[in-house]
């Protein structure tokens, strides 16, 4: 058996329910150095394996239609993690290609959501362009609907993948996350450099938010910042943390 069956296994076979957390990545405004919120990533502590990727769980938790379940899992972690962070500060959580193809996942956040009391418009929710491509009209559906709850939508992994101009004039996004293969190489290269200022000049002219993953040096902090991309995240700010050294961690940069 490959390790690609033994989690497909171990994700059927044992609740992976109490072994499943978010950490939690800083996003920083680079005007002004603030926390504005942060990305919510999945970690898998396995009893029998240890340590298991998002890149190979979720994958797996997809082929083995355990998605839904774990997505609402996450998210109720989320919802939790929400009320105790303090008000100004918002939360993104990534949704899986089945998630936002799938009315009955999408109905179930929206009512946790209700149900929480949480504030929708603290949420985003972020997709990647391959969610996009097996069943659009569903996505487009499931997006409005979402938006309409004052939930935000960004659009994860710009510039990777399929992706497609065309996405970003059919649907509606709040916010376009620059990929980190652009941002890593921003300063030794110059074409990821002109991809990079061509995504910030895009979402300046659309009105909506660009945000840097992946940055990892003062000197790239510096330069987004000075081609106008609005927010940033990455090791030179923070590792993902656990919840509680994570809001240490905004209130330091107030
Ligand atoms: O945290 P890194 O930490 O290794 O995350 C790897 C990948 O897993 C990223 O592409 C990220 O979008 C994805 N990922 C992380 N957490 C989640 C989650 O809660 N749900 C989904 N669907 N994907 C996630
Ligand atoms: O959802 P997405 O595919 O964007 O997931 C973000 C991934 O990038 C996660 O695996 C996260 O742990 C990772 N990451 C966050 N900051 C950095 C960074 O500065 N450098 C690198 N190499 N990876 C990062
Ligand atoms: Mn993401
Ligand atoms: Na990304």
């Not at 979720?58 to 109720?76: D, K, S």
């Amino acid at each position: 058996l490959t390790q690609r069956h033994l989690i497909e296994l171990e994700l059927q076979a044992n609740d992976f329910a109490s072994e499943l957390k978010l950490d939690y990545q800083p996003i920083i405004e680079l005007k002004s150095g603030r926390v504005v919120g942060y990305e919510a990533l999945a970690r898998w502590d396995s009893a029998r394996f240890g340590r298991i990727s998002p890149e190979a769980f979720i994958p797996a938790a997809e082929r083995t239609a355990v998605i839904g379940r774990m997505t609402r899992i996450l998210f109720a972690q989320a919802l939790e993690a929400l009320a105790i962070m303090p008000k100004h500060l918002r939360l993104s959580f990534n949704l899986s290609a089945r998630d936002i193809c799938d009315h009955e996942t999408s109905m179930a956040l929206l009512a946790m959501i209700t149900r929480s009391g949480v504030d929708p418009r603290r949420i985003e929710f972020e997709i990647t362009e391959t969610a996009l491509l097996s069943d659009f009209d569903t996505a487009d559906q499931v997006i409005s609907m979402l938006r309409a709850a004052g939930i935000s939508i960004a659009l994860d992994d710009f510039g990777t993948g399929f992706s497609s101009l065309s996405h970003i004039h059919r649907l509606a996004f709040d916010k376009l996350k620059i990929d980190k293969g652009f941002v890593m190489n921003f300063d030794r290269d110059a074409r990821c450099m002109s991809i990079t200022r061509s995504v910030a000049n895009l979402c300046q002219n659309l009105g909506i938010a660009s945000v840097a993953e992946g940055v990892e040096s003062e000197e790239i902090a510096d330069g987004l910042k000075a081609i106008g991309v609005r927010l940033a995240q990455g090791y030179y700010f923070s590792r993902p943390l656990p919840l509680e050294l994570a809001i240490d961690y905004a209130a330091r940069c107030e």
